[in-house]
């Protein structure tokens, strides 16, 4: 299994980004896949979800509105479009599934929204 994640860097705020997550090393269409962000000195924090066939997208509270996940399951991404972004979406980024009760993880890649 390997997720390479790209698409990370500085925004100012209210700017966007958009993460991509290239999956392999597993039947894609048929795993969840999940976003989630370590801010600076904190723990892991859950940012989304997106199931199968992506018609259930459950969002944290704190990106509700701002982020938007989606895939594709022919290219086998999983894409996180991040929107209207704050200084506290300032974080490391992963991508990660748990496929035959295992985690795995990107590389993770740095998001930084500052002015």
């Known amino acids: 299994v390997t997720l390479v994640e790209s698409g990370g860097g500085l925004v100012q705020p209210g700017g966007s980004l958009r993460r991509s997550c290239a999956a392999s090393?597993?039947?894609?269409?048929?795993?969840?896949m999940t976003w989630v962000r370590q801010p600076p000195g904190k723990g892991l924090e859950w940012v989304s979800s997106?199931?199968?066939?992506?018609?259930?997208?459950p969002y944290a509270d704190s990106v509700k509105g701002r982020f938007t996940i989606s895939r594709d399951n022919v290219r086998r991404r999983v894409y996180l479009q991040m929107n209207s972004l704050k200084p506290e979406d300032s974080a490391v980024y992963y991508c990660?599934?748990?496929?035959?009760?295992?985690?795995?993880w990107g590389q993770g890649t740095q998001v930084t929204v500052s002015s």
């Open positions: 990660n599934i748990n496929y035959r009760y295992r985690d795995y």
């Open positions: 090393g597993f039947t894609f269409r048929s795993v969840s």
């Open positions: 997106i199931n199968k066939d992506g018609d259930n997208t």
